[in-house]
């Protein structure tokens, strides 16, 4: 074989190799992505890299209203607050619920008063069909005081999000029926949700969960981006 034929061989060789390379490199770093819940930011049909830091305060301060229409858990007068932004049907929110907010739960910081948890509705109805009707149930049980208990049956049945399921759900956890079928099937509770959807995209949130984390006497923010572990929060709270 000529010098010439084995220097072509040996190039092509190199080329396919550096071809193989970049796509395994690609791959990986797709599944880094994933596993770590860096796809759950969302904004149209766009997705979005959640950073894993909590945002530094000289940026600017978030500003979040919350107001008597929001559900919270825990003391009402707590000196923080911890503001989500959430989609029922969200995988990365369901992480959320099961990870960090219930390590919250179970914190001295809920059940000595000084945290609380605010939720506001973020459905991102482009890629998630049912997460309106879902935010829309949570707000029609709510008006019946149950919305946490609804909270926690949609995060469990995520992947059954009808109007059937929802209205299932509403019966097991003893709402009035008739009553929560009227709210939900009328409409009753979308201006709500849609308040919130502005709220949160005037607070700079891109996808979902997004969480920020308010001092309720000085209005000092941080937040928290994405399904992140609760030592992130824990951070932001003891830096206000």
């Not at 932004?85 to 959320?96: G, L, T, V």
């Not at 948890?117 to 049912?130: D, E």
């Not at 949609?154 to 019966?171: E, G, P, T």
């Amino acid at each position: 074989m000529s010098e010439s034929i084995v220097s072509e061989s040996i190039e092509i060789k190199k080329e396919t190799l550096w071809k193989v390379a970049a796509f395994i490199f690609a791959a990986l770093w797709l599944f880094s992505l994933y596993s770590n819940g860096s796809f759950g930011n969302v904004t149209g049909n766009s997705i979005k890299e959640v950073s894993p830091t909590i945002q530094d305060p000289s940026v600017g301060n978030v500003q979040v209203k919350i107001d008597g229409s929001d559900p919270i858990l825990g003391d009402k007068n707590a000196e923080i607050s911890i503001v989500e932004f959430s989609d029922f049907q969200c995988p990365f929110c369901a992480r959320a619920n099961s990870d960090a907010v219930a390590q919250f739960k179970k914190s001295d910081y809920y059940k000595n008063g000084k945290v609380n948890l605010v939720y506001k509705h973020f459905p991102l109805n482009s890629i998630h069909p049912f997460a309106q009707k879902a935010a829309e149930a949570a707000v029609c049980a709510q008006d019946q005081g149950k919305f946490w208990e609804m909270h926690d049956k949609i995060f469990a049945n995520q992947n059954a999000l009808s109007v059937d399921n929802l209205k299932s759900y509403a019966k097991s956890i003893g709402l009035n029926q008739a009553k929560f079928d009227s709210c939900l099937d009328g409409g009753k509770s979308e201006n709500k949700v849609s308040n919130d959807i502005k709220q949160s995209t005037d607070a700079g949130a891109q996808g979902t969960p997004y969480f920020v984390v308010v001092n309720n006497k000085d209005g000092e923010t941080k937040v928290v981006s994405g399904a992140q572990p609760w030592v992130n929060f824990e951070a932001a709270i003891n830096s206000l």
